[in-house]
């Protein structure tokens, strides 16, 4: 994720203010906005079931194909599973 501010000073790590803590999991991001002594200023989560879904999708397939020991798995699913 990529967050762009043109017109603002960045100041150095040593002098900041606010330090923004992030978090990544399967289906969100989590970002939080912390003052030097740890409170938190504010906090944003920001949710992508569609790729906790992806990834449901691609175990259901794999799951059969590996007990069956399907050599199928390694040379598509597993690529489509990568891209």
Do not use: W
């Not at 603002?8 to 906005?33: K, M, P, R, Y």
């Not at 740890?38 to 590996?66: A, C, N």
């Amino acid at each position: 994720m990529t967050v762009t501010h043109e017109n603002h000073h960045v100041a150095s790590q040593h002098d900041s203010e606010t330090i923004v803590g992030v978090d990544v999991n399967e289906d969100c991001v989590a970002l939080a906005g912390m003052d030097r002594d740890g409170g938190v200023k504010d906090s944003v989560v920001l949710e992508y079931p569609e790729i906790k879904e992806q990834r449901h999708e691609f175990f259901t397939k794999r799951k059969p194909m590996q007990k069956a020991n399907q050599t199928a798995f390694e040379t598509v699913v597993k690529t489509e599973e990568r891209d």
